[in-house]
Structure formats: structure tokens, C-alpha cells
């Protein structure tokens, strides 16, 4: 990482961009140069990147001229639209859209469970969803020990999944009720303050929705194991930063809970906080602007047999989008693979 690399971020107002361009300067990534690109409107805002003021560039289809590397957060179709270019120019994108998470010529990664898997890119690498890279850097050590089976898990997903206009959303209706003043919605189909969206993403086959059909398929994906029965609830809660998940495993072998705890324990990206006695688990507050991924309340499901039972919690920002992102950068650079 000797040299400095061309790096455009692509979406780089969205809340997603923005935390790409802070975790690019907290981990010393080696930028020459950053372009930050995004829609029209937001052309000419101006962003901090150490102790450089940049400003923010119209995407275009001559935006990515001598970029080597493209992280993009801007939506499936910008994605779909511009990653082509950007791959036609030399640059190697990293998308953190749906576009092209199920392409199988695409590669779909977290690199704390399958990096080799980078050396296989055509020019464009996929970033898993927020609550699919969470549970798999979880789930993907135990499943190494013993095979897991099944897994049902259900997610607790903050607003700052949907974008900055639903954390603006969850903060004017807290207040709006607070000051007794009608509530107002324009992001959700109701109100999201001191509420429950049992709802992410449009309803689609067997009425699970798009999210949950995500963690279905791109667990299966990245864990390479199609055969793992996997079923999803996933719930939008006024909560800004930090998804969480309840998690129920069934494994093939039994896993002895104090083994469990030794196995999460030396994973790589992993915290494990779990001390019910004295009221410790993972927490969205604590977990927010952290870059690991928590878990809790581990026991054994006594309905099942081989069962076992977790809470999961990680800052759906970082290590849910933006921080996997430039760490696929990072393996890049590292293997000389872009």
C-alpha cells in the first residue's frame, strides 16, 4: 500500500458516501486523489477529507477518467448505469447496491469470511446488505466449526438504513409529538417515531419482502452453501444508527456455549458482549461508530435440540456498508488486485 490510489466515491452526500469519506481518512487508506460524485443537486457542496476541502462533482460518464478504484452508494439503477463506465475506464468498482449482489459472475464479499473470493472479480465486487454482513460474520465461524443448518433470525433496522431523509423523518415526528403538532410521514408508510415497519422493501414472493428475501439469498451466496434453510423477519424501529438482530441457529452438531463463546471470541470482526448477570449485550447505542459487530445473549434454544440462540448488533453505516466497502479496497490494494 506503498502508492496512492485514484478513488471515486459515487453517492458521496448520502449518508453511506459521507461515512466511505470519513473511514477512508480514519484508516489511512493511500488516496492520490478523491473524486466525490453525485447527483446534480448536489453538485458544489463542498465535504472534508483530512485536511482537504473537496468539492462534490455531477456524475457523469467522463466522471471516472484515471479512477482506479470506484466505491459507489448510490442506488441499483445508477449502479447498473455507471459501473460499466467506470469499468470500461480501468477502475475497479466496489458497489454497495443491490445491481449486482445475485450476479453470479459478480463476486459478493465480506472480508472477514470470504476475501479469496475477490481474486475472481471481473471489475466489479458487490457489498453484501447491512444485515446480511452482520449475521454472516457471525454465523460463518460456528458454521465452519459445525454446519448450521437453519437459521431464523429477525432484524431490528435503524432509519439510517433508508437514507439521510429518514433520520430527518424519525427526528421531525419525534418532535412533532412532542409539541403535540400533527404528525407528518413522507419516507414511510407510517409513522416511524414510538412505532414498529414490520415492512423493508417491496412485498414480493411468498409475501416476504425484499430485505428479507436479501439476507435469504446473499447468506446462502456468501457462506457458499445453498442447502442452509434460512427465514426472515425484518422490522424497521425508530432507532437512528445500529441494526440488531435475534438470531435462532440450528447446527448439526451441538455446540457446547462456553465453546461458542471461545469460537465468536477469536473471530475476526467480533465483540462479544454477553454477561446477562450483570445486564451486559450489545446495545444500538453502544454499538454506533464502532466497527465490529457485536453479540449477546448467547444460549441454547431449548425447543430444539442443537439449538442455540443470538443477539446481534453492528453500526449498519459502517460495518453494514461503508467500512466493508473500503476493506474490500484495502484487499485490493493489499493482493495487488486492482
Known amino acids: 500500500m506503498s502508492r496512492g490510489y485514484n478513488v471515486a466515491i459515487v453517492g458521496a452526500t448520502g449518508a453511506v458516501g459521507e461515512e466511505m469519506v470519513k473511514i477512508l481518512a480514519e484508516r489511512d487508506f493511500p488516496v492520490r486523489n478523491l473524486r466525490l460524485l453525485a447527483s446534480e443537486r448536489s453538485e458544489g457542496k463542498k465535504l472534508r477529507f483530512n485536511e482537504e476541502v473537496l468539492k462534490v462533482e455531477k456524475l457523469s460518464s467522463s466522471s471516472f477518467e484515471g479512477v482506479e478504484i470506484s466505491l459507489f452508494s448510490a442506488g441499483a439503477s445508477i449502479s447498473r448505469e455507471f459501473s460499466p463506465v467506470a469499468v470500461s475506464k480501468g477502475a475497479v468498482v466496489i458497489d454497495n447496491s443491490s445491481a449486482f449482489r445475485m450476479d453470479g459472475n459478480v463476486p459478493l464479499v465480506v472480508p472477514e469470511v470470504n476475501p479469496e473470493r475477490l481474486k475472481t472479480h471481473k471489475g466489479i465486487i458487490a457489498n453484501p446488505n447491512c444485515s446480511t454482513i452482520q449475521l454472516v460474520v457471525v454465523l460463518n465461524p460456528l458454521h465452519k466449526?459445525?454446519?448450521?443448518?437453519?437459521?431464523?433470525?429477525?432484524?431490528?433496522?435503524?432509519?439510517?438504513?433508508?437514507?439521510?431523509?429518514?433520520?430527518?423523518?424519525?427526528?421531525?415526528?419525534?418532535?412533532?409529538?412532542?409539541?403535540?403538532?400533527?404528525?407528518?410521514?413522507?419516507?414511510?408508510?407510517?409513522?416511524?417515531?414510538?412505532?414498529?415497519?414490520?415492512?423493508?422493501?417491496?412485498?414480493?414472493?411468498?409475501?416476504?419482502?425484499?430485505?428479507?428475501?436479501?439476507?435469504?439469498?446473499?447468506?446462502?451466496?456468501?457462506?457458499?452453501?445453498?442447502?442452509?434453510?434460512?427465514?426472515?423477519?425484518?422490522?424497521?424501529?425508530?432507532?437512528?444508527?445500529?441494526?440488531?438482530?435475534?438470531?435462532?441457529?440450528?447446527?448439526?452438531?451441538?455446540?457446547?456455549?462456553?465453546?461458542?463463546?471461545?469460537?465468536?471470541?477469536?473471530?475476526?470482526?467480533?465483540?462479544?458482549?454477553?454477561?446477562?448477570?450483570?445486564?451486559?449485550?450489545?446495545?444500538?447505542?453502544?454499538?454506533?461508530?464502532?466497527?465490529?459487530?457485536?453479540?449477546?445473549?448467547?444460549?441454547?434454544?431449548?425447543?430444539?435440540?442443537?439449538?442455540?440462540?443470538?443477539?446481534?448488533?453492528?453500526?449498519?453505516?459502517?460495518?453494514?456498508?461503508?467500512?466493508?466497502?473500503?476493506?474490500?479496497?484495502?484487499?485490493?490494494?493489499?493482493?495487488?488486485?486492482?
Open 145 to 338: 466449526f459445525t454446519r448450521i443448518k437453519r437459521v431464523i433470525v429477525s432484524t431490528y433496522q435503524a432509519v439510517s438504513g433508508t437514507g439521510r431523509e429518514a433520520i430527518e423523518e424519525l427526528k421531525r415526528q419525534v418532535h412533532q409529538w412532542i409539541s403535540g403538532e400533527k404528525i407528518t410521514r413522507q419516507v414511510y408508510p407510517y409513522q416511524i417515531a414510538f412505532n414498529l415497519l414490520p415492512h423493508i422493501g417491496e412485498f414480493s414472493s411468498y409475501d416476504y419482502t425484499e430485505e428479507e428475501w436479501k439476507l435469504v439469498n446473499e447468506t446462502r451466496k456468501i457462506m457458499e452453501d445453498e442447502r442452509i434453510n434460512i427465514s426472515a423477519t425484518c422490522v424497521r424501529v425508530p432507532v437512528f444508527n445500529s441494526h440488531s438482530e435475534a438470531v435462532t441457529l440450528e447446527t448439526e452438531k451441538k455446540i457446547e456455549i462456553e465453546k461458542l463463546r471461545e469460537i465468536l471470541s477469536n473471530s475476526p470482526g467480533v465483540v462479544v458482549k454477553d454477561n446477562p448477570g450483570d445486564n451486559v449485550y450489545p446495545l444500538p447505542l453502544m454499538c454506533a461508530g464502532r466497527d465490529e459487530v457485536f453479540v449477546g445473549r448467547i444460549r441454547e434454544d431449548i425447543s430444539i435440540d442443537r439449538g442455540i440462540n443470538l443477539w446481534i448488533v453492528a453500526d449498519n453505516l459502517r460495518k453494514g456498508a461503508a467500512l466493508n466497502a473500503v476493506q474490500i479496497a484495502e484487499l485490493l490494494v493489499e493482493n495487488a488486485l486492482v
